[in-house]
Structures are given as C-alpha cells and as structure tokens.
C-alpha cells in the first residue's frame, strides 16, 4: 500500500492536508512505522525514512537505509532511531540536519523489528522468521560502544513497551514483566494469555507514563484489557467479543430437524441406532511445553495447537425411519 501524510490543519490553512506520499518520492509496497519529534514527522518507507513538516509538507528524506522497521523519537525531540531489519542495526540520526551519527550493530540479534525508549535505555525486539529464534535486548545509548543486554530467549520476535523502570515484553501466550531500573533486565513475573481464556494469544501492548499499568488487545479480538503489573493480574475490562456463532444444524435423511446442541456419550450406540457426524469443537488446552532454556531458544515450539475432533451423535430410531410431521415433532422427540 502506498503512504500518506495526515496533518491537522491550524486556522491559517483552514483545512485538513492529506499528502499521498508515493507521488512524490516514488512508489513502496509497505508503509512502516511514524514518528515525531523536533518540529518533524518520519514515517519509514522499506529503504528510507520519508521527512515531512507538521503541516504535512515533505521537506526530506534520509536514505541508504535497508528495511527499516520501527522509529522512536527522544522526548526532546533531537533523537530519531529505527531499527534496520536488513543490516540487522538500529540507526540513531539527528533530527535537526537528518544525519546519521551512528550505526549501533546487533549482528547477534538478527532482524532487529521494534524499539522502546526508556530514558538512555533503548530496548530492541528482534528475530527472523525463518530462524525460529528471537527475544529483546537494552543498548545503553549513553555508551560509545554499546554492549546489548537480552532478555529471555524467545521463539520469535515480540511486542514490547517501557516505562517508568518497567519493560513488558509480549510473545504469542507469554507477558513478561521486568524491572530495568539498573539497566539490567530483572524479570518480575508473567502473565500467560491462556489463564484469562485469551485463546488467541496477546496483541498490541502499551504501558502507562508510570510503567505501573499495561493495556493490552489479545491477538485477533476486540478486547481492551488493564493490567496491574505490580500484583500481574487484571485490572479492568473495557470490552469483550461476543459469543462464536453456533455450529452449523447437520442434517441427515429422513430427519429435517435441527440437531441439539452437540454431545458427547460415554455409552455405546444401542443396536439399530442411527449415527450422526458432527463436529465439536474442542477448547484449547493451556501447552505444556516446558521453559525454554537461555542456550536453546528454538526449544519451544512456536505456538499452541488449536484442534476440532469429529463426534458421532447417536439417535434413538425406530426400522424403518419414522418421518416426522413437523419440525416440533422431532425435537420433542429428540429431548
């Protein structure tokens, strides 16, 4: 898709400006990450990160970049970094002129994707598809040769958020908690998705200014949650899903009555018994993988498996079938 610049217009412009971005600099499959800081909007574009002002004007472009990733900017504003999934380095550029003052090298923690600030502290979730390895590592940015920190070893490359001393660091089941006070990542306890019925795993997370609160969306619903990550546990919701939709009716000759909600008998059919096939659906059982080890972080398996298991549903019928005269007629007969 192709990239736009969205800006609020003030009361000299008297309307909104929306600035398609590919007219001027070129067409890009994917539109990355937006930042701002220092009077500037960055939004990174595969190679490069295209600059425009507040009012939506492009003013720049910083390229020689390759696959950028995500951006932050330092609260001042004169600070922009973006990890660099090609070169597997995080970039630190000067907002004021658009220079790079440096290239920070994670080559041991390949396809660096996302960035949190934390004062001095930038933490880097990394990990390539098809290496089945990934986890999040600190860089002191106040060292001229910064020496990366990781966190646990994971299986892919996380969601991770921080504030006030504290870093979250998301995988598909697993929120963990640390305390990064010292600059040294002490783990503090994890939340698992599958203890509070989120089968579909953590999504977006994003912490609190106090770094004492994390909100969250699990990985494909609609739910809001809080989290109190001082005790780990909930705090409040601010919306659930609504119920799956029921199975479909099955239906079988001779027998034009919805079937009852699906069953499961513990008792052999009786002899003469029709059989019907339906499938139930069976609820996700929390894996019971055991801990990754910190030298074998491919140990884990990539993610839990969701099964459905065909039923057979036995009804009491008579030889030869009895035709029922009205739909009633068979469900009463059928309890």
């Known amino acids: 898709m192709a990239g736009l610049a969205v800006s609020q217009a003030t009361t000299a412009t008297a309307a909104d ?10 067409s890009f499959d994917i539109a990355g990450d937006i930042a701002v800081g220092g009077g500037k ?11 425009a002002d507040t009012e939506g004007r492009l003013t720049g472009a910083i390229t020689g970049l390759s696959d950028v990733r995500d951006l ?29 003052i440096r290239r920070i090298p994670l080559a041991p923690y390949q396809c660096p994707s996302r960035l949190a600030l934390a004062e001095h502290q930038l933490w880097v ?14 860089v002191d940015l106040s060292a001229s040769i910064p020496d ?5 070893p994971l299986v892919d490359a996380p969601k991770i958020a921080s504030a006030g001393g504290t870093l979250v660091v998301a995988d598909f089941w697993d929120l963990r908690v640390y305390d990064i006070q010292n600059g040294t990542p002490t783990l503090r306890g994890t939340i698992n998705s599958y203890d509070h019925q989120l089968w579909n795993g953590w999504g977006q997370v994003t912490l609190a200014p106090d770094g004492l609160t994390a909100y969250t969306t699990p990985g494909s619903a609609n739910d809001f949650d809080a989290w109190d990550l001082t005790t ?4 409040r ?3 659930k899903r609504g119920s799956s939709p029921p199975p479909s009716p099955a239906s079988s000759p001779g027998l034009t009555a919805p079937l009852p909600a699906c069953r499961r008998s513990r008792f052999p059919a009786a002899p003469g018994a029709k059989t019907i096939s339906r499938r139930c659906p069976t609820p996700p059982r929390t894996p019971t993988a055991p801990s990754p080890s910190p ?13 459905t298991t065909t039923t057979l549903q036995t009804v009491e019928a008579a030889a030869p079938p009895k035709r029922w005269k009205s739909p009633g007629d068979a469900r009463r007969h059928l309890g």
Do not use: Q, W
């Open 17 to 26: 400006s929306l600035t398609p971005l590919d007219n001027a600099t070129g």
């Open 41 to 51: 909007v960055f939004t990174s574009m595969d190679d490069r990160i295209i600059v």
């Open 72 to 100: 932050v900017t330092t609260p001042d504003g004169t600070r922009l970094y973006a990890a660099l999934g090609g070169s597997h380095e995080v970039a630190e550029i000067n907002t004021a002129d658009l220079g790079i």
């Open 125 to 138: 979730s990394y990990g390539c598809p098809a290496d089945s390895s990934g986890g999040a590592v600190g």
């Open 148 to 152: 990366p920190v990781p966190t646990n």
């Open 232 to 235: 780990l546990t909930k705090a």
């Open 237 to 239: 919701s601010y919306g």
């Open 295 to 307: 030298t074998s972080p491919g140990s884990r398996p990539r993610g839990p498996t969701r099964s």
